[in-house]
Every structure is written in C-alpha cells, then in structure tokens.
C-alpha cells in the first residue's frame, strides 16, 4: 500500500475484555513503532521492532500489553483484560533502516482509537 | 531522561499571518534530532519540518522554518502566510541519533486555530 494502515480505525471494548490491534506498515520498512495518545496528549512511545526482533518495549505500561511482528512485516499490539486507563489513540509508524547514526522519518498510520468502557 | 516541553496548549492566528510556536527540550546529548509534527483532525502524523542537532543552520521548508537554539535547548517553529489547511495540533519531538531505536519523545502539542 502507499502508507502505513492500522485497524480497526475504532475499537470498543468492555472492561477486561482481549483487543487486538493491526498495523501494516510500508512495504520494505524495516523498523516499526507503536505509540499510545492519550487524549490531549502528545504520542508515548510503547515498542519498537527491527524486522521481527522486538528491540525495545521499555514503554510497554504493564505485562498486559504485549506486541508481536512474527515475520517482519506486519504487527499486532495486543492487551489483555482491558481497563479505561488503556483508553487512547495506538498509533503505528514504520520507517527504513539506515546506516548507524543516521534517522530515517517515521511514517505515522491514521491509528486506532480504543474506549474501553 | 530527555524531556519535550510546550507551554502553549492552544494558538490562534489570522489567515495570510505569521505565528511561532514554542518547543523547548531537556537532553545530556550531543546527536540528535528535533522535529515538528502536524496532526490534523482526521489523526494522521505528518512531518513538517526537522533539524539535525548538529547543523547550526536552521530548516527551511517553503511556509514553515524554525529557530534552532542549541545552547538554550530551544526549537521554535515559524509559519508565515498560514492558510486554513494549517489548522491542526502542532507537537515538537526528539530523537537521539548515533544508531539508537529512534523512538520519539513528544511535546503536549499545541492546537493551532487558522481564522479565515
């Protein structure tokens, strides 16, 4: 595709309930990021992935949370026994793989808006 | 820990005007990267603009520049003749360079209002 998709666009969840959330990001791009926004605030960062090794989930919130990009393409976000604390916006971004030192932009999905009630 | 700070939650400026939005940052590092970010209503992030901390000459992209202040750690984004299509939340971010994940660390944003 021509950008990063993410689905569904909208998700409602009971309290405790399983989501699981998809993210396809540009074919060829190397690294992904998954972020949560709270409302009013600006995107934290949850997990960052290079090809399908996990490298950093420094900003997972808590073992709830788990990702997943089995053969380096596409990834899913999963939380398990959802809580209204976990209401925000996920968003996915990917970008290429450059020489060290260097940064590749990130290019942002339209993201998943998540309400648990 | 790097930090990102906007202390303008909310921005309003008349068509054809200019207006600077307000970044400062907190970081111990030497490489690394500052961005601004455009999210309008419909979510998508956009890039606007971004500067390499070790430039000292600041970006330029056509409607939108930044004033760069190492030294006092800030990055302030200017955009002249603002049209309607600039209307969105504006967030400031930073990277670490030197090979690192490249995770970005974002500002609160500031929602900025194009009055026709």
């Known amino acids: 595709g021509a950008g990063v998709s993410q689905s569904p666009r909208y998700k409602v969840a009971k309290r405790g309930q399983d989501v699981a959330l998809r993210c396809d990001p540009i074919?060829?791009?190397?690294?992904l990021f998954w972020y949560q926004q709270a409302l009013g605030q600006g995107p934290e960062f949850l997990t960052y992935f290079q090809n399908e090794a996990q490298l950093d989930k420094s900003g997972l919130p808590s073992d709830r949370f788990f990702a997943e990009r089995p053969e380096g393409s596409v990834s899913t976000l999963k939380i398990q026994r959802t809580q209204q604390e976990d209401s925000a916006v996920y968003l996915c971004?990917?970008?290429?793989?450059?020489?060290?030192?260097?940064?590749?932009?990130?290019?942002f999905g339209p993201g998943t808006r998540l309400t648990v009630l | 820990a790097q930090t990102v700070t906007q202390s303008q939650p909310e921005m309003s400026v008349q068509e054809a005007e200019t207006v600077t939005l307000s970044c400062t940052y907190d970081t111990s590092e030497n490489n690394y990267y500052l961005f601004w970010y455009k999210q309008p209503p419909s979510r998508q992030m956009i890039l606007v603009i971004r500067q390499e901390a070790y430039k000292q000459q600041n970006a330029t992209e056509n409607r939108f520049s930044v004033n760069f202040q190492k030294a006092a750690k800030s990055f302030s984004l200017k955009i002249s003749d603002s049209q309607l299509g600039d209307t969105a939340m504006y967030f400031c971010?930073?990277?670490?360079?030197?090979?690192?994940?490249?995770?970005?660390?974002f500002g609160t944003g500031t929602l900025l209002a194009v009055q026709p």
């Open positions: 074919s060829g791009h190397v690294s």
């Open positions: 971010a930073f990277t670490r360079g030197g090979g690192a994940t490249n995770k970005l660390i």
């Open positions: 971004a990917s970008s290429l793989m450059g020489l060290a030192g260097s940064y590749n932009e990130q290019f």
